[in-house]
């Protein structure tokens, strides 16, 4: 009875999670479809439900209903397996990201950032698996090109979160955000002594999860689709999923590591309901982390395949080695006050 | 020296924040996108539009069955079969088919008739559901003409002067 109502509780708590996740997931497509459009100087979406917000539903619904095709010579185990091995870490990391300083998180692990970063390793994996088992020459050209930048870029992900570890001296994220709290408002997060690193981490992390300008591994003009060029229906809205999902949650990380997740911009100011911390500071961060993800999109071409290589290893991995030190010489010195 | 201002500059992002900066301001801009079937664009009254043809004030049809156009269509896509007419024996034709899918709306047919019978409206907006459907024959020709006759005089009456 007892074993069933904590199986009970802890699946209600993983639904209260991953559901608005997945719905967020259809209303951030229908956001990056509106402001790309806005400036294309085009309207977007504008159709299927007031503003055209249902549009993302009816195109999940669309893919649903569609036929997968399976390739002949595809092996079919890992066929099938490369889109779940995608979305099971997109969906799973989100199990210790926190959402208020009340222990709104369904695991406040210590050692969450460790698990986030296991996770987003995981995550390659479907996208080597969906090129090799598709048996497709684009698809595989395009595993091979993700596996190598997420690989490059996962150790500047890695020497980023070594610089915030060694400022907030906690591997768990709700006292990193606490050790961001002060009396001098946006000034205490750190963003300001770990600048690099903050633009470091960004960039990656639309590396990371093959956006533009580092979405080589799809590269609709070079060769189609990349991994999943050979994916129809839900298989491909699985790893459409997971690519949403990673997107919301790089910016859910760079909301919480640097921008001092739900602490008020104005801590300490006493500006009344202003300098509160809450869920809706991390969300409104959340938010605008989002769309200029969608903006870089708007903006930039995409960048060539040495081109990624050489800022991954020429630049940033040099910056990150570099201003690890002078993050310890900050921590020694204390240049950086941490927490209150 | 310069190599090192050059990197120091490029560390700083300057020229991915212009570009950022470009977009941002179209994301302001006034959006140029037409919803298409509330709103059309004004269209000339020259617009080379679906085919018809036309009849004078008193009900008698204007075609006389001269065959110009047939002859003028470079792409072959008009037909015509022509007897006297039982009532009066007057030349007129029995058959006036266009093949919507070989026609090229190049509005030689309207150049070439002496007496204004065939005409191409401003109508772009039409379609086929079956087969067949785009051989439009003379019935329907003459009443497309009949409906549309006020704005098709209206944009021949505008553009007489440049004829």
């Known amino acids: 009875m007892n074993d069933a109502l904590i199986f009970g509780w802890t699946l209600g708590k993983i639904l209260a999670i991953a559901v608005p996740v997945i719905i967020a997931v259809a209303m951030y497509v229908w956001w990056e479809r509106k402001v790309i459009g806005w400036m294309h100087v085009r309207i977007g979406p504008n159709k299927i439900g007031p503003f055209g917000l249902l549009q993302a539903f009816a195109d999940v619904v669309k893919l649903l209903i569609k036929e997968v095709i399976i390739p002949t010579n595809a092996n079919r185990f890992l066929y099938f397996a490369a889109p779940l091995l995608s979305v099971i870490p997109a969906l799973a990391v989100w199990a210790v990201i926190p959402f208020n300083g009340g222990g709104f998180v369904l695991a406040n692990v210590n050692a969450g950032v460790l698990y986030v970063l296991a996770m987003s390793s995981l995550g390659v994996y479907g996208i080597i698996l969906a090129g090799w088992a598709s048996n497709s020459r684009y698809a595989l050209l395009g595993s091979m090109r993700s596996a190598a930048q997420m690989i490059s870029y996962e150790i500047c992900i890695g020497m980023a979160l070594v610089t915030v570890l060694i400022l907030a001296g906690s591997l768990n994220f709700t006292a990193i955000v606490e050790a961001q709290a002060g009396g001098k408002g946006l000034f205490d997060w750190f963003w300001l002594p770990l600048l690099p690193m903050f633009l470091v981490f960004y960039i990656s992390g639309v590396a990371e999860t093959n956006r533009l300008p580092f979405d080589v591994a799809e590269g609709e003009s070079e060769i189609v689709a990349g991994f999943h060029v050979e994916y129809s229906g839900s298989a491909f809205a699985l790893f459409f999923l997971a690519e949403y999902a990673n997107m919301i949650l790089m910016s859910f990380l760079v909301s919480i590591l640097f921008m001092g997740g739900w602490l008020s911009p104005f801590q300490g100011w006493h500006l009344g309901w202003f300098s509160e911390p809450g869920w809706w500071w991390l969300f409104l961060k959340f938010f605008v982390f989002a769309t200029s993800l969608l903006w870089l999109r708007a903006t930039f071409p995409r960048y060539r395949y040495d081109q990624i290589m050489r800022l991954g290893w020429k630049v940033f991995i040099p910056i990150s080695i570099a201003w690890i030190f002078v993050a310890g010489l900050f921590r020694f010195f204390g240049v950086v006050t941490i927490g209150h | ?163």
């Not at chain 2, 059309?40 to 009849?55: D, E, K, N, Q």
């Open chain 2, 1 to 163: 020296m310069k190599k090192v201002v050059d990197y120091l500059k490029s560390l700083l992002l300057l020229e991915l924040a212009a570009g950022l900066w470009v977009t941002l301001k179209y994301l302001f801009k006034h959006k140029y996108t037409l919803r298409f079937p509330m709103e059309t664009i004004p269209r000339s009254v020259r617009f080379r539009g679906l085919h018809a043809l036309r009849r004078y004030p008193n009900g008698e049809e204007r075609c006389i069955a001269c065959k110009l156009c047939e002859a003028v269509c470079p792409a072959l896509a008009i037909t015509i079969d022509s007897a006297p007419r039982a009532s009066d024996g007057q030349r007129r034709t029995t058959r006036y088919d266009i093949d919507l899918f070989k026609c090229i709306y190049c509005g030689f047919c309207e150049e070439s008739c002496p007496v204004d019978s065939i005409v191409l409206t401003d109508i772009l907006e039409y379609h086929m559901e079956r087969r067949g459907e785009n051989i439009i024959t003379k019935p329907q020709l003459l009443a497309m003409g009949d409906r549309f006759e006020k704005s098709i005089a209206a944009n021949r009456a505008q553009d007489a002067a440049y004829r």
